[in-house]
């Protein structure tokens, strides 16, 4: 049975920064790609990052140039780095992968995504 497991949230001042990390099991993650989402409250969950099989990575305009997106194979990890953060970034954010069929490109679309894990909160503060 796949799961994904978040870690790495927590509560941080504007401008900080938080690594969130994401662990794969019952699968092989490798040839896949995977996303980080995330949802404030009240809002729809909206796409952050993903990365592809072979570490071709995109983001969403709004997080450019502060978060990263990686992944190690060897562990089944995906990670998110996020720095300078904004209280805007405040939501739960979620790790998704997508099996729909192996050596695929990272999507935008939610419903690509085949397994999501059960996310963490992230609060930043003004």
């Known amino acids: 049975q796949v799961q994904l497991v978040e870690s790495g949230g927590g509560l941080v001042q504007a401008g900080g920064s938080l690594r969130l990390s994401c662990t794969g099991s019952?699968?092989?993650?490798?040839?896949?790609?995977m996303g980080w989402f995330r949802q404030a409250p009240g809002k729809e969950r909206e796409f952050v990052a993903g990365?592809?099989?072979?570490?071709?990575?995109t983001s969403d305009d709004s997080v450019k140039g502060r978060f990263t997106i990686s992944r190690d194979n060897a562990k089944k990890t995906v990670s998110l780095q996020m720095n300078s953060l904004k209280p805007e970034d405040t939501a739960v954010y979620y790790c998704?992968?997508?099996?729909?069929?192996?050596?695929?490109?990272?999507?935008?679309?939610?419903?690509?995504?085949?397994?999501w894990g059960q996310g963490t909160q992230v609060t930043v503060s003004s």
């Open positions: 998704a992968v997508d099996f729909r069929q192996p050596w695929s490109v990272a999507t935008t679309s939610m419903g690509e995504y085949e397994y």
């Open positions: 019952g699968n092989t993650f490798s040839r896949y790609a």
């Open positions: 990365i592809n099989w072979n570490d071709v990575t």
